[in-house]
């Protein structure tokens, strides 16, 4: 990483790993920490991210839902040569002399002239769900470089499929057998002693307490739109329309419950 962006560094901070941009401002330097808690991208660097494509005279295409610390780290490594167009959402501009233009959501999108007359050396969406992502990638590709990378946050765990699974899922889980029902709850990290293990082996999925069948939806969810996410993205890489190898996915959950990060190339 250091090769590409000098101005990235890894740090032994009283024994953590921290890592930092090294900026130079009035002939001083400033290191400034990358918060895993508060950037996906940083989050992604803790858990083994590989690839790193943002230089000094990248050009970004930038979406986040929600504030981050991620669009300032990114501030710091573009300069003069560079530029981000980001989507200006509900969190304060950065407010310092930047190569950030920002966009209005409502302009945000495909038709912008923008995005007719730019190619971009990295398209970043932090999308936060990964319904139709292959029509998302099939709308922007276009204005991808060749060898440009794609970077999508996924929430893999969708709250509107969580409620409309719990019906379905109710009978199924009145049949699992004790051990069945047991792995599930070792899985989500929630060991049960016998007494409770029992009590939930004698009640149906109406009566357990919300936090419990709460708990089981989103085990069942995340399962499931893990496996729906891993398909649509075999099917992105398979489309004849579209020209992307995968480079790499990073689970972020140890930061971002139920987030990933995945990098996919775009070939000629």
Known sequence: MNQF???????????????YSVVSKNNKTEHRIWNPYHS???????????????????KILYYEKLQSST???????VKISGKIY??????????????ITYIEPKNFDITNNIFQKENFDIIYFDIMDNH???????????????????????????????????????????VKSTKEKQKIFQRMG????????????????????????????????????????????????????????FIQEVNLSDFFKNMKLIIIQKIT
Do not use: C
């Open 71 to 77: 669009l300032n780290h990114l501030n710091d490594i």
């Open 5 to 19: 962006t000098p101005k990235i560094a890894w740090k032994n901070f009283h024994g953590k790993k921290k890592l």
């Open 86 to 99: 980001a989507v200006k959402n509900s969190f304060d501009v950065i407010k310092s002399k930047t190569n």
């Open 190 to 245: 929630i060991p049960l002693n016998s007494d409770e293990l029992e009590k939930l082996n004698s009640l149906k999925f109406v009566e357990l307490s919300t936090v419990w069948k709460d708990n089981i939806t989103l085990d069942n969810n995340s399962t499931m739109n893990d496996f729906s996410f891993k398909n649509q993205i075999n099917s992105i890489l398979n489309n004849e329309k579209l020209s992307f190898q």
């Open 132 to 174: 139709d992502l292959q029509t998302k990638i099939l709308n922007y590709q276009h204005i991808l470089k060749n060898l440009g990378f794609l970077i999508l946050i996924i929430n893999y765990s969708n709250p509107v499929e969580i409620s409309k699974s719990k019906q379905s899922l109710s009978s199924s889980w009145d």
């Open 40 to 58: 996906k991208l940083a989050a992604a660097l803790f858990n083994g991210l590989e690839i790193f494509p943002f230089k000094s005279d990248s």
